[in-house]
């Protein structure tokens, strides 16, 4: 069955437009956005509601929807959800012999060869789909498509980091490197370190901005 223009508005606007950072702190244009996907306006604020819910926009009354940049608040309990999941992944994964390290491995290389700003959004998509292959490892759906609902506030989040600080597409490619190579060694403790050493970097950097 085809998605409905309502499941079509939300897909986009939840992977599309809102991981964009330079959205952050506009209004959005609803009839941009219906031309754009080819529906009405009315699936668009359809969607704008199951958004808002997930405080993803604000309603403002007479205005419309509105993107609002992501506080301190927000990107510290980001980043401590997503420990609490990778490194129970990492732990899940290792203690059933099934971390995705040659995946990862993959999309480790694929990432790698995306460099400047031009392709900065595209380089953040791909680390969240390094991080994603290890959850979805763990063989438990509620946990993966948690994880995946974060996708949007990762992105915005990576792609601000990588503009702020000099050098971070290196080191983010660098930690994600002794992430794969704690998962390939067996090693749950090093992972869990690894990929904690990887979060508090990416915050330092977040609230430097």
Known sequence: MAPSGRERAYAFLKE????????????????????????????????????????????????????????????????????????????????????PVAAMRAILEKQAGLRGSEQAREFIAWDHRFHSELVAATGNEMLTKLYDGLRARQIRAGVVALFSATGRQDAVLAEHEEILRALAAGDAAAAAAAIDTHLEATLRVLLDT
Do not use: C, W
């Open 16 to 99: 599309e437009y809102l991981a964009d950072p330079d959205r952050q702190g506009e209004f959005i244009n609803e009839q941009e956005v219906a031309d754009r996907i080819g529906v009405s306006r009315t699936p668009i604020r359809e969607a704008l509601f199951l958004l808002a819910a997930e405080e993803l926009v604000q309603l403002i009354p007479k205005r419309g929807a509105y993107v609002a940049p992501m506080t301190g608040r927000e990107i510290g309990e980001l980043m401590e959800l997503r420990g609490m999941v990778e490194r129970h992944a990492a732990g899940r994964t290792l203690a059933r012999g099934a971390a």
